[in-house]
């Protein structure tokens, strides 16, 4: 069985502050890809980044940044120089081979950016 | 390319009532996903659809089916509703169905059940 971890509830920021989301993921399988996507007000779920295990590059895009460590089961995800629009709630997502299609989710961290 | 279209986008029903919520993938796409997400439960897996066959299932009762059309749009239903079936379901689609492939999520139906 897989599981993601995210521990963050809730994070609150002030405008242009960095934020980092962490995510620790638990699966038996070695080939399996890992997500994160947002969820703004309107409830929509936003594709941000995949990764697969084999392919542990961190990337820069923009003002995201992300690090995957597979030494302690992470994928952690920063918002550089934060800005309001990025208020949402976050959510780190986890998928096997064996499962297939399947999304398994983390509890979400609700990011706040106050001006 | 138009987006994963979920119709209707709120719903209100009540208890023992069933409920059939539709799905429209992006053009192309063959695999449709079910999820629901609920404040207590978060966002779980419900089934998905590929190619008009159901490729897996979530751990819910048998009152949660679904089905894909030739065109690849899906329909959920939900029998015999309970108050606890309230919750923001969600719909995605992919290309194809393996774990490689994105997923890109509609906009949701808001099931209340009262």
């Known amino acids: 069985a897989q599981k993601v971890t995210q521990a963050q509830t809730e994070i609150s920021v002030v405008e242009k502050e960095d934020v980092t989301l962490d995510c620790v993921y638990e699966t038996r399988d070695t080939t399996y890809y890992l997500f994160w996507y947002k969820q703004p007000p309107s409830g929509e779920l936003v594709f941000l980044i995949r990764r697969n295990s084999f392919d542990e590059q961190n990337e820069i895009s923009g003002r995201y940044s992300w690090n995957f460590q597979k030494s302690t089961s992470s994928f952690n995800f920063t918002i550089t120089a934060s800005q309001v629009v990025d208020s949402a709630v976050y959510f780190c997502a986890l998928k096997t081979e064996a499962a297939g299609n399947k999304l398994t989710f983390g509890g979400g961290t609700r990011v706040l950016v106050k001006p | 390319k138009a987006g994963v279209t979920q119709t209707p986008r709120y719903l209100i029903k009540t208890r023992g009532q069933q409920v059939t919520l539709s799905c429209s993938p992006i053009s192309g796409h063959r695999s449709v996903s079910w999820y629901q997400q609920t404040p207590g439960q978060g966002l779980q897996f419900l089934f998905e659809?590929?190619?008009?066959?159901?490729?897996n299932k979530g751990n819910f009762p048998g009152r949660f089916s679904g089905r894909q059309f030739s065109n690849s749009r899906s329909e959920m239903n939900v029998s015999t509703l309970e108050l606890g079936d309230s919750a923001l379901y969600l719909c995605?689609?992919?290309?194809?169905?393996?774990?490689?492939?994105?997923?890109?999520f509609g906009p949701g139906t808001r099931l209340t059940v009262l």
């Open positions: 659809y590929f190619s008009e066959t159901q490729r």
């Open positions: 995605a689609s992919s290309p194809v169905a393996g774990a490689w492939s994105e997923q890109f």
